[in-house]
């Protein structure tokens, strides 16, 4: 009997309580609710974008480098600096195709942006991309139907193209894109096969890209850019003795003194995995702090 009249004191309290301050507790209730909201939807949204990145990211490959001029992540000024390295040339892909034991694939990648023709319809801004017979190796980028080009069509410097699925879907519609000509800065090029669909990549449309011999390329539009060299190795197990390998043969071509750095760059996926994992890492600790 006593505990009831206390619990009916204990109540009575807690609402005369409730009342008195009941700005305070639903502020404060609010407040905790908005709280836990903001951290749910944080860890969500990071969770959401780690998926998204990461799967974009494979795309790439675990198994492949990139060896370009300029680095993929570059800090403050640096990329004044690299700007003003020599180009990669054909001399350091014949040298890694040559030299390197533990790749399976090598595949030159110089790109621009054209317009691109059949009849009267036209594309704008389209990516160029010239390269040779081992690109769908390094890019795991696959015909959908007929070919990608052959290492005949690279030597014998053929105007032939592999178009995008959107390229193909956009300029020829129902009509078979195979065996037809598209007009390239002023270039008939025949059509060879459509790559299937390949979605973006950080934004980039890889479904819009068009693909031609690197010897054609070159000729058309200039041999002073940089080249950027796709490079499969034979294992992800691989990675690091490949990137060692690859540094002593690039060293050795660029004729790099033994005092030097590197005046070239070896990318690969996890640089960019990691630098986004730091991203993403900073954001969750300054919401924490903020908190």
Known sequence: MRFLIYLGEGIKIAFEALRVYKLRSVLTTLGIVIGVTTVITIVSLIQG????FSEQISTLGTDTLYISKIP??????????????????????????????????VAPSLATRKMVKYRDKKLERVVIEGTNENYPITSN??????????????????TVC???YEVAQKLFGD????????????HKFRVVGVLEKRG?????NLDTFVLIPIGVF??????????QIQV????????????????????KVRKVPPNKENDFAINQQSMLLNAYKSLTGGLWALQRLRR
């Open 141 to 158: 980028a696959l015909p959908e139907y007929g070919r990608f080009l052959s290492e005949i069509d690279v030597k014998h410097r053929r």
């Open 175 to 186: 009509l078979d894109p195979i065996g037809r000509r598209v007009n390239i800065s002023g």
């Open 200 to 204: 973006s990549l950080l934004g980039f």
């Open 162 to 164: 592999v178009i995008g």
């Open 218 to 227: 070159q000729k058309i539009f200039g041999s002073r850019r940089s080249i």
């Open 72 to 105: 993929w992540l570059i800090k403050g000024d640096d990329f004044f600096r690299y700007r003003n390295r020599k180009n990669i040339t054909m001399k350091e892909v014949e040298a890694v195709q040559k030299s390197a034991t533990l790749v399976k694939a």
């Open 49 to 52: 974008l780690n998926s998204s």
């Open 232 to 251: 499969k190795v034979i294992s992800p197990k691989l990675m690091d003795d490949a990137v060692d390998e690859l540094t002593g043969i690039l060293r």
